[in-house]
């Protein structure tokens, strides 16, 4: 079947005819998850690479052309060149995928993915945190296990903001204007050559969207952008910042994205035989399908029915904040004129959404995904337990237990997430072909025998890799943006290459509580200043800018960190993003995470430093709680689920506790080749029992057979997948 709607050519200008290739390799995010591509680009001219911040498309629009010419005739790097695109190729080409294998029948139905946020690379700043980074990797897995995925999701103008820290501690938030011709992104046009657009009616106008492909692997992932000519210029930013906290702007940005996101699939030609909502903020996407079946003859009661059947919705948190909802007055001027088009009146149509609290009554996109879906999955065991509690109003005969939410237990994509050294070392020691089965526990008995100071060799590197890289940045700040002394301090000028390193990263929301290690300070100063026996800890992440408590939080984290007596050992980098994730995750030796119980529903960023043979230091809460076997890192207090709660102050002891009591001596204790042989044998425990159980490979699995497969068994015939749309130039 001929698509509707096709990407417009790279125009990246002409290459020597012998690497020709590059630039349909730069429009494939195939590359994020390919070290050996990456380092194409990067042996051409390394300094511009860095300054591109990773991004082909840039990179391959100011490269001097002379230094392509360059390479064009230098023999190893045709070599390495020719065995890049072989492997690309016979990736794009293989039609023998894991799911073709599996269900060779199934292979034509689309499975539609909806997410506000996407963690793919750096350069494509469109995600906020561990939402956008978990669907990144799904949508990365689903191409390598040839799932027939189709991702929808916005192109923001202004991305997620770059964090700035004042020399107070408080953070700044810049929003850079993205240059789309600048990222691996490409505008899809119609048949006719113009853009394609859809359009979706807000009080008193229609807004138009366009759409801009991104292409991942085998996959395609497509970006609405509300920024048109035509459309208000208020319309114009509803796409520019992810979450926005203007109540009205948020809705119409939902609208775009579930509404929108529906009338782009169908552009394109696409007729999905299940349809995954990742979070609520999709939800609107039900009710658009709903809206065809009724317009195509149905009742609501009929069509609301066959959504269902469809439909798969993934709740990602406990938290308020993660739970979008609206005032039923403002939903009712947005929609006043779309029940009527679903043969609903005004009740029957908040009914949908309505989520009675004891304040008052709210239309939630959670509860009107969870009315609208047929199987819905929490993130983790744990998480399972308090979501089911969480809307067990929405079953009230149902016992809390038979509440119909599910758990599928997140993972990472692990080609993304591993250095390329501790890969070469598993290439070295584990059985052929484990990067396509690292999901099977017998893979990582290897794991057992690589040799132990093999194993340390590479956590040394990676170490001295995250420290020489912070360095390096410090060393840009005091250079170029004339920062205080102690503020290049605070950023990591003094950090050890060789001592003890605990990383805590994430998005600073107050329930992570950053702060739990530093409640006792001096405790926590003799521990970072024992003589022979130094810790050092580095914490990075930003605040939601409306977020006032969390951006407080940080701030009284960075007021440390610029104490003397802290001797540069407590560190806090700004501005966390893929790239500093990826260095911090494969570089620190410590992976601490100390949320408020039963409020982290998975977590990810403790599975990423536990492939790359970090030791997680967790309370037993979101996936944690599921990997914990009292030899694989430590834990922090009780069973997140059936303990009591506990003051925080026990908690932040017991934290010392396990930190000068059995961390650090465990890590210092050497033998005659300075090789801490209990540390690498927890380190060893760790990656055999996490990684693949932790993995995106065994979640998609998971999904696939749980949630995916009886939704497209439902559907009948063979649905056309138009396949050519996602064709690369
Ligand atoms: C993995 C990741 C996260 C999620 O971290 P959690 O510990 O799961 O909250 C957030 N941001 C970035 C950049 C990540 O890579």
């Keep these: 079947m001929q698509p509707d709607g096709r990407a417009a050519p790279a125009g990246l200008g002409t290459f020597p005819r012998r690497i020709e290739r590059l630039g349909e390799l730069a429009y494939n995010l195939w590359w994020t998850w390919n070290p050996s591509a990456q380092r194409l680009f990067r042996r051409i001219d390394e300094s511009l690479w860095e300054q591109a911040g990773h991004n082909p498309v840039y990179f391959l629009r100011n490269i001097k052309r002379p230094l392509l010419n360059a390479v064009a005739n230098e023999r190893s790097f045709l070599e390495q060149y020719d065995q890049v695109l072989a492997t690309f190729d016979a990736y794009l080409a293989a039609e023998q995928t894991w799911f073709a294998g599996e269900h060779a029948d199934l292979v034509r139905r689309p499975i539609a993915y909806f997410s506000s946020e996407y963690g793919l690379h750096e350069s494509l700043p469109i995600y906020a945190g561990g939402l956008g980074v978990l669907s990144g990797d799904h949508l990365k897995q689903a191409s390598d296990l040839g799932l027939p995925m189709v991702g929808v999701g916005f192109l923001y103008t202004r991305g997620y903001f770059r964090q700035r820290i004042s020399e107070d501690g408080w953070q700044e938030a810049l929003y850079e204007l993205l240059d789309f011709n600048n990222l691996p992104v490409r505008p899809v046009t119609g048949r006719d050559g113009t853009p394609l657009t859809v359009s979706v009616n807000?009080?008193?106008r229609d807004v138009a969207a366009r759409l801009w492909q991104v292409r991942l692997g085998r996959l395609s992932?497509?970006?609405?952008?509300?920024?048109?000519?035509?459309?208000?210029?208020?319309?114009?930013?509803?796409?520019?910042?992810?979450?926005?906290?203007?109540?009205?702007?948020?809705?119409?940005?939902?609208?775009?994205?579930?509404?929108?996101?529906?009338?782009?699939?169908?552009?394109?030609?696409?007729?999905?035989?299940?349809?995954?909502?990742?979070?609520?903020?999709?939800?609107f996407a039900?009710?658009?399908?709903?809206?065809?079946?009724?317009?195509?003859?149905?009742?609501?009661?009929?069509?609301?029915?066959?959504?269902?059947?469809?439909?798969l919705f993934t709740t990602h948190t406990p938290v308020p904040a993660g739970n979008d909802e609206f005032p039923l007055w403002v939903v009712e001027k947005f929609f006043s004129s779309y029940w009527g088009e679903l043969g609903l009146e005004r009740d029957s149509f908040l009914d949908q959404g309505r989520n009675r609290q004891a304040w008052g009554e709210s239309f939630s996109m959670p509860v009107l995904a969870l009315r609208l879906s047929s199987r819905a999955n929490a993130v983790s065991e744990l998480h399972g337990h308090v979501a089911r509690r969480m809307w067990h109003a929405l079953w009230p005969d149902r016992d809390e237990s038979q509440?119909?939410?599910?758990?599928?237990?997140?993972?990472?994509?692990?080609?993304?997430?591993?250095?390329?050294?501790?890969?070469?070392?598993?290439?070295?020691?584990?059985?052929?072909?484990?990067?396509?089965?690292?999901?099977?526990?017998?893979?990582?008995?290897?794991?057992?025998?690589?040799?132990?100071?093999?194993?340390?060799?590479?956590?040394?590197?990676?170490?001295?890799?995250l420290v020489a890289y912070i360095r390096e940045r410090t060393r840009r700040l005091w250079l170029t943006d004339h920062v205080h002394p102690v503020q290049a301090l605070a950023a990591g000028a003094l950090l050890d290459p060789y001592a003890l390193t605990i990383g805590f990263a994430r998005r600073f929301a107050t329930y992570k509580r950053a702060n739990l290690i530093l409640s006792d300070f001096d405790r926590l100063l003799r521990l970072l200043n024992r003589p022979n026996t130094p810790v050092q800890i580095i914490f990075a992440g930003k605040a939601h800018p409306a977020d006032e408590p969390a951006k407080r939080l940080l701030q009284e984290v960075y007021r440390l960190a610029k104490r003397a007596e802290c001797g540069g050992r407590l560190v806090f980098l700004e501005d966390y993003d893929l790239n500093l994730a990826r260095y911090l995750v494969q570089g620190v030796d410590v992976w601490l995470n100390t949320p408020l119980p039963r409020q982290e529903a998975s977590g990810t960023s403790g599975q990423k430093a536990a492939l790359n043979g970090g030791l997680n230091l967790s309370v037993l809460d979101g996936w944690w709680r599921e990997g914990y076997n009292g030899r694989n890192g430590w834990a922090i207090g009780e069973d997140g689920l059936t303990a009591p709660e506990a003051p925080p102050a026990a908690e932040a002891t017991a934290l010392y506790e396990l930190l000068e009591n059995e961390i650090v001596p465990l890590y210092y204790k050497r033998s005659a080749d300075n090789v801490p042989g209990e540390w690498v044998a927890r380190i060893k425990e760790s990656i055999r029992t996490l990684a693949p159980h932790f993995s995106t490979q065994r979640m998609l699995k998971d999904y696939l057979r749980e949630l995916y497969l009886p939704a497209m068994q439902l559907a009948g015939g063979a649905q056309p997948l138009p396949v050519s749309s996602s064709s690369p130039s």
């Design 202 to 204: 807000l009080p008193g």
């Design 221 to 283: 992932l497509y970006l609405l952008d509300s920024n048109v000519e035509g459309n208000a210029e208020a319309d114009r930013e509803l796409t520019s910042r992810l979450y926005t906290s203007e109540l009205e702007q948020r809705l119409s940005q939902e609208i775009v994205l579930g509404i929108g996101g529906v009338r782009a699939l169908r552009a394109l030609g696409y007729n999905p035989t299940a349809w995954h909502l990742n979070e609520g903020h999709s939800a």
């Design 286 to 311: 039900l009710l658009e399908r709903a809206r065809e079946y009724v317009a195509a003859g149905r009742t609501f009661a009929e069509a609301s029915q066959r959504v269902r059947e469809t439909t």
């Design 403 to 465: 509440v119909p939410i599910t758990h599928i237990t997140n993972g990472i994509h692990s080609a993304t997430w591993l250095a390329r050294q501790m890969g070469a070392l598993f290439d070295r020691h584990l059985p052929e072909g484990w990067r396509e089965r690292v999901d099977d526990p017998l893979v990582w008995e290897a794991v057992r025998r690589i040799p132990d100071s093999e194993l340390w060799a590479v956590r040394k590197h990676l170490k001295r890799k």
